[in-house]
Structure formats: structure tokens, C-alpha cells
């Protein structure tokens, strides 16, 4: 199998607050995982690829001191969301990538974050 | 990665074949087609994905055309939960940071 799990699956915040999201690979490890953001209506923007023990790539346009990723271990990466505002608000979706000879993309169920 | 083109939706019959096409006329030669899917408010799920040959798994089957044009995802009996937006895209299986570009996908309505 390849299960990806994200928690929590909805948070509300208020504005200027910090939000954490995790991202866990339950059956596989992922050396590369990759946070996207969905607007409604909108389809999945890629916003950076988290790679285990190196700092992460950010997609152009997205502020890497404002969406902190750390991909702690192989089975693991976070998402904080920091001073987070209403322009946040968005439902965020966590994929691992499953090696040896896949290389195929698993994806969370994503976390709905509203920013009050 | 190269771009392709979806129809924005598509409805289908419940029991029916889901017959859904994609071109991706400018593909090269180490690019993959991978098919996703995700249902309202959900993250996407992977469906398949090939290179060149015809590829059928417990989800659905992947048709590819010799020139590797494009491709049709075939939902074989269509049911009320694969109501969902299909995503197809071309990437290249290793390097290029294993990006996925989605695009808008297919909004495939399976109606009774």
C-alpha cells in the first residue's frame, strides 16, 4: 500500500496566529514529500518539495519565511504556516514519493485551514 | 512536462464505461502519462500510469496511442463514487524534481 495521512484534517485560526499541518507516509518512506495549496474551484498549486535532511524548494511566488517546512524524518514532513491571515485560508494537501521503481506521487486527504 | 488537454467534464451513465481522453500531443520520449483523481474535498488519488504500452490495474485501464499523442482513462463499470475530477499529466518518471503540474482536469459526473 501507500497511505499518506495529514493532521489535522481542519483547523481554524485566528489571524496572526501560527498553524501547524503534518504530513506522515504510514507504509512507506519518502525521502521527498511536496506541500500543494487548493483554492476552491482552483486547481492543486504546487508550493515546495520538502526533501528529508535539506531545506526545502520553494515554488516561485511562494515565501518560504512565511510556509516553514521541515521534513524531519523519512516519514514525516510539517507545514507551519506562520502569521497566518484571511488570504490563508485554503485547504493544503501533503503527497510522499514512493520509490524504488514507482516513483509515484501518494497524497494526503488535506487540511482545511480557515483564517479568521 | 509536457501540457495536456481535457475535456472540463464529461457525464456517464451508472454501470457505463467512462471513456476519458487526454492529448498530450507534444510528449517526449521518457515522459509518463499519469492519471489522478480527486473527489470533492479530498486529497487525489493515483489511478495509473504508463509509458507507451496499455496498462490496466484493479481501478481502471490506460489506453495510449502508438504515437503517444494522447490517451483515454476507461473507468470499465462506472459507479456514483467515481464522481470525481479527473487529472491527467505528463511528466518525466525520475528527475525534474518529480513534479506533478496539475491542470483542471475533467469533471466527470456519474449520474443514475
Known amino acids: 500500500g501507500a497511505v499518506v495521512s495529514q493532521h489535522p484534517s481542519r483547523v481554524i485560526c485566528k489571524s496572526g496566529t501560527s498553524v501547524k499541518i503534518e504530513c506522515r507516509s504510514l507504509?512507506?518512506?519518502?525521502?521527498?514529500m511536496f506541500w500543494y495549496r487548493q483554492f476552491p474551484k482552483q486547481s492543486l498549486m504546487l508550493m515546495a518539495t520538502?526533501?528529508?535532511?535539506?531545506?526545502?524548494?520553494?515554488e516561485q511566488g511562494v515565501e518560504k519565511d512565511k510556509f516553514l517546512i521541515n521534513h524531519a524524518s523519512l516519514t514525516l514532513s510539517t507545514l507551519t504556516v506562520t502569521s497566518a491571515h484571511p488570504e490563508d485560508s485554503s485547504f493544503y494537501i501533503c503527497?510522499?514519493?514512493?520509490?524504488?521503481?514507482?516513483?509515484?506521487?501518494?497524497f494526503g486527504p488535506g487540511t482545511r485551514l480557515t483564517v479568521l | 512536462d509536457a501540457k495536456t488537454t481535457q475535456p472540463p467534464s464529461m457525464d456517464c451513465a451508472e454501470g457505463r464505461a467512462a471513456n476519458l481522453p487526454c492529448n498530450h500531443s507534444?510528449?517526449?520520449?521518457?515522459?509518463?502519462v499519469y492519471w489522478y483523481r480527486q473527489i470533492h474535498s479530498q486529497g487525489p488519488q493515483y489511478i495509473i500510469h504508463g509509458l507507451k504500452n496499455n496498462e490496466t490495474n484493479e481501478m481502471a485501464s490506460l489506453i495510449i496511442t502508438e504515437d503517444r499523442k494522447s490517451s483515454t482513462l476507461i473507468l470499465p463499470h462506472a459507479t456514483l463514487r467515481d464522481t470525481a475530477v479527473y487529472y491527467c499529466i505528463v511528466r518525466v518518471r525520475t528527475g525534474g524534481g518529480n513534479k506533478l503540474t496539475f491542470g483542471t482536469g475533467t469533471q466527470l459526473k456519474v449520474e443514475l
Open positions: 507504509d512507506f518512506q519518502a525521502t521527498t
Open positions: 520538502s526533501n528529508e535532511g535539506s531545506k526545502a524548494t520553494y
Open positions: 507534444t510528449i517526449s520520449g521518457n515522459e509518463y
Open positions: 503527497s510522499a514519493l514512493k520509490g524504488g521503481g514507482t516513483d509515484t506521487q501518494y
